[in-house]
């Protein structure tokens, strides 16, 4: 156990691993003891189909949990041991059934004195036990059942790495980056058009100098993604989000909230009411990002984009 103290909960994997081998070991001993042919893997199957009507395979499964193939060579190993057998439904020929055979049946009989035993045995070791294992078992099953391990872990990395990015203001030595993270997705889903080029050859005199503003993503002080706001001369609209773009490599960092965020904080601060946006269905996680920044989708207007078919605001409260 020195090695399990020394990586803590890290290992739960392991650790749990060497438990249930420690407890499928004895399991495959007690059933001998028992004078049972039944492997220890074998029990949800047998146990189910001792309750009486035969049942297809599918519905074993989705009883015991298992999955559909694992049933399935369940089974046939223990039609090989001659435990069960498989029949035609009589009601619908093309479902097969799975029932225990005059075998299968007689291993029940020492099997409940069985079950008795190793019951009276787990309580006992309960009752030594500080906390109770199966109470325990049935609470994480039930914790990873509302959020898996691996979306816990994943959502502590994302902290972690968007923890590593800088969000900062533009400067001319971002001119290039500013351009390529652009097009590099334009042209991915879509095609470059003039507005586009409007725009990313010149930021300073589109953006900046209008009143609108840029922000620059760094991680590792490389730029990785960049997000404008543009100052629009327009009765419904004080400010428009544009021009977001994350480089595939940096995705999964959390960048586009970032920038989103930063974009949004800006446009209060020079005093906006609202901030609009526009952009495509078919990029469905940017339209995700949005609606997780507030925004909602609003009648389309006039685009000078071709590829736009959605329109989004927020109002800023």
């Not at 691996?150 to 959502?155: F, K, L, N």
């Not at 922000?215 to 706001?229: K, M, T």
Request: glycine content about 6%; overall charge positive.
């Amino acid at each position: 156990m020195n090695f399990f103290n020394k990586t803590g909960k890290t290992a739960i994997g392991s650790r749990l691993r060497m438990l249930t081998e420690t407890i499928m070991e004895d399991a495959a001993r007690i059933y001998q003891l028992y004078g049972s042919n039944l492997q220890p893997k074998w029990f949800p199957v047998y146990y189910v189909l001792t309750e009486g009507d035969a049942k297809t395979i599918t519905a074993i499964a989705k009883e015991i949990g298992h999955s559909h193939p694992s049933v399935s060579k369940i089974i046939g190993e223990m039609k090989k041991a001659g435990l069960v057998v498989e029949k035609k439904d009589k009601v619908d020929g093309r479902r097969n059934l799975v029932q225990l055979t005059k075998k299968g049946l007689e291993i029940n009989e020492t099997l409940q004195l069985q079950l008795i035993d190793v019951g009276n045995a787990v309580e006992a070791i309960s009752a030594q036990t500080t906390n109770d294992l199966w109470k325990a078992i049935a609470e994480w099953e039930y914790l990873l059942e509302q959020q898996s391990l691996i979306s816990r872990v994943t959502a502590l990395w994302k902290k972690r790495e968007a923890d590593k990015v800088k969000i900062v203001d533009y400067q001319p030595a971002y001119k290039t980056a500013f351009k390529a993270l652009n097009e590099e997705w334009i042209s991915r889903w879509f095609k470059m058009e003039p507005a586009d080029y409007q725009s990313l050859d010149d930021p300073d005199g589109y953006f900046l100098k209008k009143g609108g503003h840029i922000f620059v993503a760094l991680f590792n002080d490389e730029p990785v993604g960049v997000c404008a706001l543009i100052k629009l001369d327009d009765p419904d609209y004080d400010y428009e989000m544009a021009k977001m773009a994350v480089s595939p490599k940096a995705q999964g960092k959390s960048i586009g909230w970032l920038l989103g965020q930063a974009i949004i904080e800006k446009a209060r601060s020079l005093g906006a009411r609202n901030v609009f946006l526009e952009s495509n269905t078919i990029l469905k996680p940017a339209i995700s990002l949005y609606e997780k920044l507030g925004f909602k989708k609003v009648v389309n207007r006039p685009s000078p984009y071709e590829r736009a078919n959605i329109q989004m605001a927020l109002d800023i409260v």
